[in-house]
């Protein structure tokens, strides 16, 4: 096994890789073969050092804005899915495409802290008078990093299986796959970049339908609980907008997020108490282990609220998605 690895190492460094930074080209229409990004979803505004911080709104047109803090890999367009969720709940969903990803300036060396301070500017520019956060899956260090860090204007945040090195958990109940891609973010990082850049490549432009069918024959193997949403592809095909445009740029925010992931954030995590905070971990969740929430409860004291439904990474979202947003909406 470990020599197949190897061959398989050597194989993709001796490739000629084309250059990630040159991604943009893998979405023009004429080399595409899947469905053209939804039109309108973009908004953008400058930030003091001259970045661009892209963002999408979704749900209630006058609604009380709730920032949304895509996943990984995930952007802007992930917010979608709280659509019509946020119209029947009075909500505008302000999704936010973080650094190098969709149509936000790359910051290399991105921390959660330096993303808390985007916020703060884009929450000025757009004249919130107050707001709250939900974040979700890779969302949860900047979700926790606006709780610190941000004005009097955030009233609540919720993650939604928010993900967070911790140390003491670290990758412990999280499953092998991701645990190598994690630890490959760490200390093979050139290795991880070149091996993601050339699944992208080869998948960026695969259509919708052989997707689908490709999930399809691997149904069984996925948890009990998410086989309902996956069996006819439609949940698919909602995400898979939110992914593609996850590289935009490249792959370069790809691995700044995955960097983030696994390692400590920049700040306090028990400073944390003047917020209503809303913890969401399912006890099936083999992507987020729900010991990562028993422990944030733990840290953030007691205007912390921890709930543990029977569910998995997936089907947390999807089932609670409603129920998440409406409670949050009743918090601060």
């Known amino acids: 096994m470990a020599m197949r ?39 953008t505004i400058a930030l003091p050092d001259q970045r661009t911080l892209s963002f999408a709104k979704y749900g209630a047109t006058d609604g009380y804005p709730v920032l949304y803090f895509h996943g990984h890999p995930g952007s802007r367009l992930e917010g979608e899915l709280l659509d019509e969720d946020g119209k029947e709940l009075g909500a505008t969903i302000i999704s936010v495409d973080r650094p190098g990803i969709g149509y936000s300036t790359p910051k290399p060396g991105l921390t959660p802290c330096d993303h808390a301070r985007d916020i703060n500017h884009l929450t000025t520019e757009l004249g919130l008078k107050e707001y709250k956060i939900l974040a979700v899956s890779g969302g949860g260090p900047y979700g926790l990093a606006s709780a610190r860090f941000s004005s009097e204007k955030l009233k609540a945040v919720a993650l939604l299986a928010g993900m967070v090195w911790l140390p003491g958990i670290g990758l412990r109940g999280i499953r092998t796959g991701t645990k190598i891609l994690f630890y490959a973010s760490n200390y093979t990082p050139g290795i991880l970049q070149q091996l993601v850049w050339y699944l992208v490549s080869k998948r960026i432009n695969v259509s919708d339908n052989v997707l689908v069918e490709a999930s399809a024959k691997k149904l069984d193997t996925q948890p009990e609980k998410d086989r309902p949403l996956l069996a006819d592809g439609t949940l698919l095909r909602r995400m898979m907008p939110s992914t593609r445009e996850h590289f935009r740029q490249g792959v370069a925010g790809f691995m700044d997020e995955a960097r983030v992931l696994t390692n400590p954030v920049d700040f306090d995590i ?63």
């Not at 993709?12 to 053209?36: E, H, I, M, V």
Request: aromatic letters at 8%; proline letters at 10%.
């Open 5 to 43: 690895v190897g061959r398989t190492a050597g194989f993709l460094l001796r490739r000629p890789f084309p250059d990630p930074k040159n991604a943009p080209g893998l979405f023009t229409p004429q080399y595409r073969s899947y469905s053209a990004l939804p039109s309108g979803e973009r908004e």
């Open 270 to 332: 028990s400073q944390i108490g003047h917020l209503p905070m809303c913890l969401w971990y399912g006890m099936e969740d083999a992507n987020v282990p729900p010991a990562i929430g028993d422990e944030l409860a733990t840290l953030i004291g007691k205007n912390a609220t921890l709930h543990n439904p029977d569910e998995t990474h997936l089907s947390l979202l999807m089932n609670y998605k409603k129920r998440i947003l409406d409670d949050l909406l009743g918090r601060g």
